[in-house]
């Protein structure tokens, strides 16, 4: 079976990872950050969306 195709790599580089950019709702403060549940530098919120 001739496998040249797309690649299956799921090994993700970490440098891949993008910073998005967040609010927070208890301040305002406007950041980036990574991960699932970013924490606002500011107030040291969770409660946050994305923007
Ligand atoms: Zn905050």
Redesign the pocket.
């Known amino acids: 079976m001739c496998s040249v195709g797309g690649p299956t790599d799921i090994d993700l580089p970490e440098d891949r990872v993008v910073a998005k950019n967040y609010r927070?709702?208890?301040?305002?403060?406007r950041f980036k950050g990574i991960g699932k549940h970013p924490m606002?530098p500011?107030?040291?919120?969770e409660d946050?969306v994305e923007i």
């Open positions: 927070c709702k208890e301040c305002g403060e606002c500011s107030c040291q919120s946050v």
